[in-house]
């Protein structure tokens, strides 16, 4: 049973913070964090230490505070980085440092004029050192989506051998299909000899709008950790999203695999996220947008209201979600009408639907969306005439 859990790596607090306009201050990361540890993630990657004082504060008051969740901080495969994060996460009962490098010929020769070698020989220098402050150390192969399988899979063994428990195999520029990485995810798992002394990781961006497709992708492929953050924001187009991943899993039962994220508390947590960073969620984000349980076609009010399956594969309760919205538009029909005004406390026949239906289409084709009080004047208009 233990092999079929995935492990939720919560980045929001690093990743998603790299956000224009997202930034946040070691007040709102301790709050955030104490919320993700309620959640139930299982690692916080609570920011990069060395990159500011601010962000040291806030990996190490994390790293005081909260009891049941490893705390990470992110570093380069740089000894004066790495000797910083390990005094950030003194304060830790589980910590980890999480270091690595460029693996695709892109970075190797732009980003570091380099060889493959000299990679490898970095790599494993950043891990040994990691590994002289905590035993729990994630080595990232930078741009692995776009690597050379081969090379890929030489950095991985050497990594793991010099001590690394978890190995994040980063689609970095989103560039994967789902397909392609999750070939690349099971090379490794047949091809790196010492692959069962770590878990492999999963850290896609959504450059082209896969990431939670190439995460899933992965961890079908023996992947047993992803790394997301709350409402998918990160860099450029964003991160996995948590919420997506989390509840692909727990829908798809076939795939048997789990994780021990409290599901009710989705849809709090992204409102909070979103409020804390001012960075408003898409009302049609998947989970956790405004429009996610809304219903506004004739023919879709029709089969929900008959029966939710029809529409909804999620309880909205599911999810901390509010109930499922009917929502009156001009493409809205007969039973959705009805059942609107019956939640008003109206009890109209066949006969009178019908009548009323013609007035609602005038009001609907002149507005996006008819209101409550828009449906009580129809009403109580139709009474009066009716009476008189």
């Given amino acids: ?60 008051k994390i790293a005081s505070i909260v009891k049941d969740v490893t705390v990470c901080g992110l570093t380069r495969a740089v000894q004066k980085d790495i000797e910083v994060a390990a005094e950030a996460l003194k304060p830790a009962r589980r910590p980890r440092i999480h270091t690595g490098i460029g693996s695709s010929d892109i970075h190797i020769k732009h980003k570091f004029n380099a060889t493959r070698e000299e990679i490898i020989e970095r790599g494993t220098a950043a891990v040994k050192l990691a590994r002289n402050f905590v035993d729990d150390v994630e080595f990232f192969a ?135 960073m001012r960075m408003p969620v898409q009302p049609n984000k998947a989970i956790v947008g405004a429009n996610a349980f809304s219903h506004s076609s004739g023919i879709h009010q029709d089969g929900f209201l008959k029966e939710a399956i029809t529409y909804e594969i999620i309880n909205p309760e599911e999810v901390g979600a509010e109930s499922s919205k009917i929502v009156l538009t001009a493409r809205s029909g007969r039973h959705a009408l009805a059942y609107r005004f019956q939640k008003l406390g109206f009890q109209f026949n066949r006969n009178d639907i019908d009548v009323l239906y013609k007035e609602f289409l005038k009001i609907a084709d002149s507005k996006k969306e008819v209101m409550e009080e828009d449906l009580q004047q129809l009403a109580n208009k139709y009474q009066t005439a009716t009476v008189a």
């Fill in 1 to 60: 049973m233990a092999d079929n859990r995935v492990f939720i790596f919560d980045t929001t607090l690093r990743d998603g913070e790299q956000v224009p306009g997202c930034k946040l201050n070691t007040t709102e990361k301790i709050d955030l964090a104490l919320k993700l540890e309620e959640l139930g993630v299982d690692i916080i990657e609570a920011g990069f230490p060395i990159s500011s004082p601010g962000d040291f504060e806030s990996v190490n």
């Fill in 142 to 276: 930078e741009d692995a989506g776009r690597a050379d399988i081969e090379f890929l899979a030489r950095l991985v063994e050497a990594v793991i051998a010099a001590g690394a428990t978890v190995v994040n195999i980063p689609d970095t520029t989103g560039y994967c299909l789902p397909h392609q990485y999750g070939e690349k995810i099971a090379y490794l798992k047949n091809n790196v000899p010492n692959i069962d002394k770590a878990i492999i990781s999963c850290h896609c961006h959504n450059d082209l709008g896969l990431a939670t497709a190439n995460s899933i992708a992965g961890v079908i492929e023996g992947a047993r950790q992803i790394e997301c953050t709350i409402n998918g924001l990160g860099e450029r187009a964003g991160n996995t999203s948590l919420e997506e991943v989390v509840m692909i899993l727990k829908q798809h039962k076939d795939l048997n695999l789990h994780t021990n994220i409290n599901t009710q508390l989705l849809n709090p947590i992204s409102r909070l996220v979103s409020e804390t």
